[in-house]
Nanobody
Framework: QVQLVESGGGLVQPGESLRLSCLASGITFDWYTMSWYRQAPGKERELVATITRQGSTDYVDSVKGRFIISRDNAKATVYLRMNSLKPGDTAVYYC?????????WGQGTQVTVSS
């Protein structure tokens, strides 16, 4: 079956960095547009970053210049490097795969930014 498994979340202090990983299985990974979303308590789920099969990237304004999305097709993995983390980045981060009529989600990983 299809699985997206996130890892790398945790508790960090403001200004620190963290890298999230999402390992995909059960799909032809190279075909899929991959995205990271996040959801904080009481808030809507928010699209954070996207990388296409061609390697084009896009980011929500609040993370531009701080976050970098990348992919390693040989490892069927998408990453989110988060630099200069702020308390407002605290959320559950979710990985999404999208191609044609197919959409899959990971289970999420908690990122907490607090002093």
């Amino acid at each position: 079956q299809v699985q997206l498994v996130e890892s790398g979340g945790g508790l960090v202090q403001p200004g620190e960095s963290l890298r999230l990983s999402c390992l995909a299985s059960g799909i032809t990974f190279d075909w899929y547009t991959m995205s990271w979303y996040r959801q904080a308590p009481g808030k809507e789920r928010e699209l954070v970053a996207t990388i296409t099969r061609q390697g084009s990237t896009d980011y929500v304004d609040s993370v531009k210049g701080r976050f970098i999305i990348s992919r390693d097709n040989a490892k069927a993995t998408v990453y989110l490097r988060m630099n200069s983390l702020k308390p407002g980045d605290t959320a559950v981060y979710y990985c999404r795969a999208l191609y044609a009529g197919n959409e899959y989600w990971g289970q999420g990983t908690q990122v907490t930014v607090s002093s």
